[in-house]
C-alpha cells in the first residue's frame, strides 16, 4: 500500500490552492467584465458599443475579411468602380484571423466584433 508522504501532501495541498486562487481570480474577472459592459454583455450577438460610425464598419470590414480570405479580399464592392479598394482604408486581416473560427460557426459578424 502506498502512502503520501507530508512532503508531498503539503505539494498536493498548495497546488489545490493554487487552482482554487486561479478559479476565484477567473470568476471575479469574468463578473467584472460584464458589470462593466452589462448593456452590451445582454446582447453580444446584436448589439454594437457606441456609435453606429466605426463599430459598424470594422463588424463590416471583419465580415468582408472572413468571407473572402483568400479570394478577392482586396475588390470590395465599396467605391465602385475602382479596384482593389479595400487597401483605401484598414483591412484588419490579424482581426480577422482571430475571429475566424467564431465566425465559421456562427457566421454572426456583431457577435465576432464583440469578442
Do not use: K
Not at 458589470?35 to 468582408?64: C, H
Not at 486581416?93 to 469578442?115: E, F, K
Amino acid at each position: 500500500m502506498d502512502f503520501v508522504s507530508l512532503r508531498d501532501f503539503v505539494m498536493i495541498r498548495s497546488l489545490v490552492h493554487e487552482q482554487r486562487d486561479v478559479l476565484r481570480v477567473t470568476l471575479l474577472y469574468t463578473v467584472l467584465t460584464v458589470a462593466l459592459t452589462w448593456p452590451l454583455a445582454r446582447g453580444l450577438t446584436r448589439n454594437l458599443p457606441g456609435d453606429l460610425g466605426d463599430p459598424l464598419f470594422v463588424t463590416w470590414v471583419l465580415a468582408w475579411d472572413a468571407t473572402h480570405l483568400g479570394r478577392g479580399l482586396w475588390n470590395t464592392n465599396i467605391f465602385y468602380p475602382h479596384p482593389l479598394t479595400l487597401a483605401y482604408s484598414e483591412h484588419f486581416l490579424a482581426q480577422a484571423i482571430q475571429i475566424l473560427p467564431v465566425y465559421a460557426l456562427t457566421r454572426n459578424p456583431i457577435l465576432c466584433y464583440n469578442l
